[in-house]
């Protein structure tokens, strides 16, 4: 095939969702490198992605060019077979997560930088969707998030509770100060250890660097806020064996998570490489099949248009204050960066992705549950 047969088959896929080369629109891209068709023809999502880093493309708006490709599922016409199988097959033959590969996530992802995630989040750096009802801005959407948690478990001065992917300590911090409790989390992060344990100084709170497959002591309550789409499909019932071991008789247990549309044991091969690896996003089937003869499924709540806006949000965090921290990381990072928050960003408004927040209690437990909102 001739360079100019590749670029068009490329214009009659990329027409499908309404995207022109050197078009008008927003989410119209310019191609830099002729070669990028060819390229994307035979490598998929992979190398969309790896030729965006490159500088091969450019689009004014990512996110809605995004949007547009997973609506009229443009990744499922043009995929390269050849890493999406080798992601399945892995999957398959491999515990991807591991005790042994547990660490790894936060090396890759969130060891990073502190200061990176310092401009890009809220003042209290919380690393997950916000809750948008009734707010105007970022600051508020998780302040108002971390407050439903922790209105939704029940959450009484003096109780203690787990919290199992705690990040930089912001629900720690804030059940601590608001509601009088303790709080335990543990994380896979060393960074995240040193700076929660600095911003929860005084407090109750005790941050550790620690796999959820350890735990042993048993908690009030017991949260999880984006940490699951880290355990993978192999791990799912043990991770909900450990919870349930840990919970008390009348406490609850909370998962705040992304998921996926339908039950998958592999990730997008750019993420997966990229962003974070040993990744993989749970089905609602995937996540109750787990939970099955452990606990009573009192509550689901569906996230997925609030995520849309955290992303954007913490975009335009970055790129406001990317001149701070770009002595620390180079162009390539940048673009990267920007392709993963926007890639993101698009997937939940296409509604391809979700965000769950879902409150269990032990089977053995009798008390009602009044739904918040």
């Not at 994307?40 to 708006?61: F, I, N, Q, T």
């Not at 109780?159 to 608001?178: H, M, N, P, T």
């Not at 919970?247 to 993420?271: A, E, M, Q």
């Not at 180079?330 to 960003?345: G, S």
Request: net charge positive; charged share 25%; glycine share 6%.
């Amino acid at each position: 095939m001739f360079s100019r047969d590749y670029k068009k088959t490329v214009q009659d896929i990329l027409a499908l969702a309404d995207i022109r080369i050197d078009g008008k629109k927003p989410w119209d891209i310019r191609v830099i490198n002729p070669e990028f068709y060819a390229r994307v023809l035979s490598g998929g999502s992979l190398a969309l992605g790896e030729s965006y880093m490159d500088g091969w493309w450019e689009c004014d708006a990512l996110d809605q060019f995004f949007c547009n490709v997973l609506k009229a599922e443009l990744d499922k016409k043009v995929r390269s077979k050849r890493p999406m199988i080798w992601s399945m097959l892995r999957a398959k033959i491999t515990n991807s997560q591991k005790i042994s590969r547990a660490f790894q996530i936060g090396e890759h992802h969130y060891n990073i930088g502190n200061d990176l995630y310092r401009h890009m989040l809220d003042p209290r750096m919380v690393y997950s969707c916000g809750y948008w009802d009734n707010v105007t801005n970022l600051d508020q959407a998780q302040e108002a998030k971390l407050d439903l948690i922790c209105k939704k478990i029940g959450l009484k001065p003096g109780q203690k509770v787990l919290d199992i992917g705690c990040g930089w300590g912001s629900f720690a911090r804030y059940a601590a100060e608001r509601y009088n409790t303790e709080v335990t989390g543990i994380t896979v992060s060393q960074e995240q250890v040193t700076l929660a344990n600095e911003l929860c100084y005084g407090l109750p709170v005790h941050i550790r660097l620690e796999d959820y497959r350890s735990l042993d002591k048993e908690f009030d309550h017991i949260i999880s806020v984006g940490m699951f789409e880290h355990v993978g499909y192999k791990n799912y019932r043990n991770f909900m064996e450990t919870v349930h071991r840990c919970l008390k008789l009348n406490g609850r247990f909370l998962l705040h998570t992304i998921g996926s549309n339908i039950s998958v044991t592999s990730t997008d091969p750019w993420i997966l490489k990229y962003i974070f690896p040993n990744s993989m996003l749970p089905s609602a089937k995937q996540i109750t099949a787990a939970a099955e003869g452990l606990f009573v499924l009192r509550d689901w709540h569906s996230l997925g248009s609030h995520y849309d806006k955290t992303l954007m949000s913490w975009y335009d965090n970055f790129v406001k204050n990317w001149d701070q921290i770009k002595d620390k990381y180079d162009e390539k990072f940048y673009r990267m960066w920007t392709y993963y928050l926007l890639i993101c960003a698009g997937s939940f408004r296409a509604n391809k992705n979700q965000l769950w927040q879902i409150v269990f209690t032990k089977i053995e437990e009798n008390s009602d549950y009044k739904r918040i909102r």
